[in-house]
């Protein structure tokens, strides 16, 4: 099956058959919304019902549309799917965290507008810690709201440190501290408290363990050779990070420890990876998101003490 819909195709399969999905004519979809970095994600969604074209005939498809303003097609979803719109989260979390000292937050859109990352840095005291020799390395409390109109992403919440040193979140492991609402409602209010008590109580861990690294020596040898094993890394991705080593580790004056080289790999992801389009946020770049890999592999092997 092909998915036509203002020249953009994707392809399926319906019943084994080969055949063309057209969109109805959408005749109220004016606006002229470019997803963008910096960019209100705050639009209006269209649902459109689909017809697909079968042995000459047009029958109806038990799929949706999603489109934006502008006319793009975000997703395809079945008829009973219940649109989460982004301002119906915003409002809810902006409320619950309208009672913490936020320092900023920051909106990140997608290409398409099918993807909407929010971020909290929370400075309140009992979210902020302080680590290192010199206990001068302030890691505050960063929490990500994320909601998509791909038919796949769910309304979820995701914690991560935000280094004081530059803004540079650290990742991963956010697939182990997370929560999901598959049925959002304004209900789930009352809950995020403990939703967020038990998230820091999971991040006091990382926090602790990061400390730690702070006192293991890694060499800029032992960097290079971690690289030269990401098999996933094409040759030219791995001398570009290799190369960025020494840079990063003085531009942040970073010493040689387990915490200096995984500040460099998070750094890296953060500050040397782009979009194809300048407009959008490089979190959503193939380039972020494979840092984002190299990062975890790091996080996650076994360090000597």
Same mark, same amino acid.
């Given at each position: 099956?092909?998915i036509?819909? *203002? %020249?953009s195709i994707? +392809?399926?399969?319906?019943?084994?058959k080969?055949?063309?999905?057209m969109?109805?004519s959408?005749?109220?979809v004016?606006?002229n919304?470019?997803?963008?970095?910096n960019?209100?994600?705050f639009?209006?969604?269209?649902?459109?019902?689909?017809?697909?074209?079968?042995?000459g005939?047009?029958?109806? @498809?038990?799929?949706?549309?999603?489109? $934006?303003?502008?006319?793009?097609?975000?997703g395809?979803v079945?008829?009973?799917?219940?649109?989460v719109t982004?301002?119906?989260? @915003?409002n809810v979390f902006d409320e619950?965290?309208?009672?913490? =000292?936020?320092?900023?937050?920051v909106d990140? @859109?997608?290409?398409?507008?099918?993807? #909407?990352?929010?971020?909290?840095?929370?400075?309140?005291?009992?979210?902020?810690?302080?680590?290192?020799?010199? /206990?001068?390395?302030v890691?505050k409390?960063?929490?990500?709201v994320s909601?998509?109109?791909? %038919?796949k992403?769910?309304?979820?919440?995701d914690?991560?440190?935000?280094?004081?040193?530059? !803004?540079?979140?650290?990742m991963?492991?956010?697939k182990?501290?997370?929560t999901?609402? $598959?049925?959002?409602?304004?209900?789930?209010?009352? !809950?995020?408290? !403990?939703?967020?008590?038990?998230?820091f109580?999971g991040?006091? =861990?990382n926090f602790?363990?990061?400390?730690? #690294?702070t006192k293991i020596?890694?060499?800029e040898k032992? &960097?290079?050779?971690?690289?030269?094993?990401?098999?996933?890394? !094409?040759?030219?991705? +791995?001398?570009?990070?290799?190369?960025?080593y020494?840079p990063?580790m003085?531009?942040? =004056?970073?010493?040689?420890t387990?915490? %200096?080289?995984? /500040?460099?790999i998070?750094?890296?992801?953060?500050?040397?990876?782009?979009?194809?389009n300048?407009?959008?946020d *490089?979190? &959503?770049?193939? %380039?972020?998101?494979?840092?984002?890999? @190299?990062?975890k592999?790091? &996080?996650?092997?076994p360090k000597a003490?």
């Open positions: 099956m092909e036509v819909y *203002n %020249g994707i +392809k399926q399969t319906l019943n084994q080969e055949i063309n999905i969109t109805y959408i005749t109220n004016t606006s919304y470019v997803p963008a970095k960019l209100s994600p639009f209006e969604v269209t649902r459109a019902p689909m017809s697909a074209m079968v042995d005939e047009y029958k109806t @498809v038990a799929r949706d549309a999603l489109l $934006s303003p502008n006319g793009d097609l975000m395809v079945s008829p009973r799917y219940k649109v982004n301002n119906s989260v @915003v619950f965290f309208s009672t913490l =000292k936020i320092q900023k937050v990140r @859109v997608s290409g398409n507008g099918a993807k #909407w990352i929010r971020d909290y840095i929370i400075e309140d005291e009992n979210y902020v810690v302080t680590i290192g020799k010199k /206990n001068d390395d890691l409390t960063k929490v990500s909601n998509g109109y791909d %038919g992403t769910s309304v979820s919440l914690f991560s440190a935000y280094r004081q040193i530059c !803004s540079n979140g650290m991963g492991w956010k182990t501290i997370g999901k609402f $598959s049925h959002f409602s304004i209900d789930i209010l009352s !809950s995020l408290k !403990s939703t967020l008590d038990v998230g109580v991040m006091k =861990k602790n363990l990061f400390d730690t #690294w020596p890694y060499t032992q &960097f290079m050779g971690f690289i030269d094993d990401r098999s996933y890394l !094409s040759d030219k991705q +791995k001398e570009a990070t290799k190369g960025l020494l990063v003085n531009q942040y =004056k970073e010493e040689e387990v915490w %200096g080289a995984y /500040n460099v998070t750094a890296i992801a953060t500050h040397h990876t782009a979009s194809r300048e407009s959008v *490089n979190i &959503f770049s193939s %380039g972020y998101k494979t840092m984002a890999k @190299v990062a592999d790091f &996080f996650e092997m003490a």
